[in-house]
Structure formats: C-alpha cells, structure tokens
C-alpha cells in the first residue's frame, strides 16, 4: 500500500471512522434484536411501524386512482391505472416543491398547500394512494399520524395529526372537492409494492429500501410476531422499520462530533451515516478533522476549513472527476497528493455505507425467514439516488450481501430497481385497501 493511501486509512481508523471498524456481525445482531424490541412495542430505537398492508397482487385493472409522492424535496401528484396486462399507466403527473422546507409552516398552512396541489386531478376518483416519506403510525382505516419529520421538514404542529383527515378537511375549505379515501403508506412501503406488483418473478419474500436523501427499510413479517397484529386478519403484513433511527449500530467518532452539530442530535443516528442529506456535512467533518491532524499540505488544509458546506453531490462529482470540474477538485489543483489522500477517504466513508446499508439488509432478509432457496430469492426493492448515483455503493452493497448473507448464512436476495415506484406502489395501495 502507498503511504498515502495508509496514512489515510490509520487517520480514519484513529477515529473509528473506516469501514473496516465496522463489526458486520456484531451489528447484524444488534439491528435483529431491536428489530424483536420495537415488535414487541419495547422503547428500542427501531419503530417498527405496522402498516397493515399485505404483500397481495390482485391489482384492480382499469381503475384511476389519485396518487401523492411528498418526498424530501418534491411533491408529486398524478393519477394512475393498470392497463388489462397489469402496465401501470402514470398520467397527469405535476411536480411541485414539499411545502415547509424553506420556511415553518402551520398545520393549516402545510394542508392547504398541499390540497392545492390535487387540483388537476381532483375529480379523476374517489381514492389517493399517498406516499408520505416520513415515519407515519398507520391507523386501521390507513389514514397515518404523524410521528415527527425528517430531512428539514418545517412543520412541527402537524405531528401527531392524521394526514388524510386533515387533507380533506384542506380540500374542503379551498372549495376543492368531497371527501376521499385517504391511504397512507410510507415511501419504502410504496417501493416494496410496486416490486409485487410489476414483476412476474418467484420470490420468497420483499424487502423495500430507500437510501436517498434520507433511509429507511420494511420488510414483510408474520403477523403472530406483530404487536397490534389482533387488528389485521391477514397472515403476514409489511413492516416500517424506521431503520435510519437505528442508535446501537457502529457510531464513530467523527460521526458524534457531526451528530452534535446537527439540528436534531441524538437522532436518525444510522440515517446520518449513509444517506444523502448528511454524507456529504460528515464528509466535509472528515476533511476538517483530517486538515487539523496534518493529513493535508497547508494550502489544502487552509481550503478545506474556509468551506462551510459540502453536498453529498459535490463528494460524488468528486469521486467520478477527481481532476474535473467541482468544489472539491478546485481545492486540490495544486497538490495530486492531497487528491488521491481526499480520494481514498471519501471512497472509505462510501464504502462505509455500503457494509452499513448491507448490514440493514441482511437483518431485513433474515428476520423475513425466507430466500434459503436460490430459485426464490428475497426481492429487495431499492429506491433513492445515492443508492444508484453514489460511485461504487451498489456494486459494494451487492459484494458485502453475497460475502455474508448468501455465502455465510445461505440465504439469497435480488436487487431490483423500478422506475416511479412509489408513484406505482401508492396507486397499488390506494386501490387495494
Ligand atoms: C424517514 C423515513 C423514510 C426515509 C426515506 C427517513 O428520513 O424517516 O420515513 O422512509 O427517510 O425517504
């Protein structure tokens, strides 16, 4: 190895920071044992929302539903059918910005302005499939309260109130149109449906995942393990994990001193590990660090402290043009050492999140009881744009699922992408529950 690339990797060690701290089986235990606390409804810091939906695929054909995607950023609606082969048939989509991340908004406010939105397709049915990327707890009638925000959302009134409800109230005091069918799912639940319903393969079982601007995975579980299973007659239903609010996983140094720095420290700790809305503040953390310990020549070490933020985008277009046309590259023209030591961390931290995102899966496939026979794999339905456009999390997420789930343990899984899933994922549970 240069002594580039081990001086950098003792720094990062020296803080707990490498993928190689990371205990892979100490931390599968630990994701598995609070995975049974929150079933069990004991104070774990894995939620393990039931959300009573089941994996079925009698999907309505010809039927338009309205469907709502309020993501992180964006907040899309559009209606959507199944033609006679079962095609999901996306029409009418209009996207528009999540209220309340530029500034704080009232509950009234942030209802209204979302019905606003539902204008151009108000009359087009009588249900809304809506996707609500925030953890949600799921009432029997599948309206969902909210249990707190995430990813910057400004809107603190609204917890604890139910999202449908308050919808069609929003609705009518705009004069906007009748009460709907409200049903609330969130976005890896969403994203695990639209695998059931699109693809004709064998699977055992479904994992959704999500690692975009923010993470979390569901899972399909026996109903006899489930706490408030006595309100569902189906034999097994999905799971919201909340996994991003995982606490007892591997937390290093650096990513202590950047929970502190945060708005909302002491939570969405594992979230703040490997998702998009963070990655890219820790990483800018890493290199502060790394400049105070003399990792850096003095002119990348002067640069790097006068940044005073990094995106998870500027790390990416680092890590596919080192020499190109970036922040992080312009801060290193000079100096092809400082280059290949800031490479090399940025490329350990990814690596991070990848073990990380593999150790979450792997808890997922293995508390499903499933994928023991490799014609039926568990099918992992994964969403989320740092999962995809990050350089090399996928490949490494694949490598670190084969080395210890499939060659270890025996038990297979699929990754499979679906475009719009959960836009498809919301239209399939607005027209089946
Ligand atoms: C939210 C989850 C959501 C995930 C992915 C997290 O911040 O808590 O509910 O599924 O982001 O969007």
Request: glycine content about 8%; charged content about 25%.
């Amino acid at each position: 190895m240069g002594n580039h690339k081990k001086a950098t990797i003792d720094f990062l060690k020296n803080y707990r920071m490498d993928h190689s701290d990371v205990d892979f089986d100490r931390d599968l235990d630990c994701f598995l044992d609070e995975m049974k606390r929150g079933l069990a409804d004991d104070a774990g810091s894995l939620e393990m929302i039931p959300t009573f939906i089941e994996t079925i695929n009698a999907i309505p054909v010809d039927r338009r539903v309205i469907v709502a995607d309020a993501g992180g950023t964006n907040f899309r609606v559009a209606t959507v059918y199944f033609d006679k082969k079962k095609h999901p048939v996306i029409e009418d989509m209009k996207k528009f910005p999540m209220p309340a991340i530029e500034r704080e908004f009232t509950s009234k406010e942030f209802f209204e302005a979302m019905a606003d939105y539902f204008r151009h397709v108000i009359d087009a049915a009588d249900e809304i499939g809506f996707c609500f990327s925030y953890p949600m707890e799921i009432m029997p009638n599948r309206d969902g309260r909210v249990i707190r925000f995430s990813k910057e959302i400004k809107t603190p009134e609204v917890v604890g109130q139910l999202v449908g409800e308050n919808l069609n109230a929003a609705f009518e005091r705009l004069g906007i149109g009748g009460s709907k069918h409200v049903v609330l799912l969130n976005d890896t639940v969403a994203t695990l449906l639209a695998g059931v319903g699109y693809h004709n393969r064998d699977f055992s079982s479904y994992v959704g995942f999500i690692l975009g601007t923010g993470t979390n995975c569901c899972y399909v579980e026996d109903n006899a393990n489930v706490r408030s299973g006595g309100d569902f007659t189906g034999q097994r239903q999905i799971i919201n994990t909340e996994s991003g609010g995982m606490n007892k996983a591997h937390w290093g140094k650096i990513d202590q001193l950047y929970d502190a720095s945060t708005n909302n420290p002491g939570v969405q700790i594992f979230e703040k590990m490997i998702s998009g809305a963070y990655l890219g503040p820790l990483f800018l953390c890493v290199l502060k660090q790394a400049s105070a310990d003399g990792l850096f020549s003095d002119q990348t070490a002067a640069a790097l402290d006068s940044m005073t933020d990094l995106t998870t985008r500027d790390m990416s277009d680092f890590m596919l043009y080192p020499y190109g046309d970036n922040r992080l590259a312009a801060v290193l023209r000079d100096c092809p050492d400082d280059t290949e030591r800031l490479y090399v961390l940025a490329d350990h931290i990814i690596e991070r999140a990848a073990k990380l995102s593999a150790i979450n899966l792997s808890a997922m496939a293995i508390k499903s009881e499933c994928g023991t026979d490799p014609t039926r794999p568990i099918c992992i339905v994964a969403d989320g744009t740092t999962f995809y456009q990050m350089k090399t999390l996928k490949s490494r997420v694949e490598f670190y699922l084969k080395q210890h789930l499939e060659d270890q343990r025996g038990i297979y899984t699929d990754i499979i992408s679906i475009d719009h899933a959960p836009v498809i994922g919301a239209a399939i549970a607005g027209l089946t529950n």
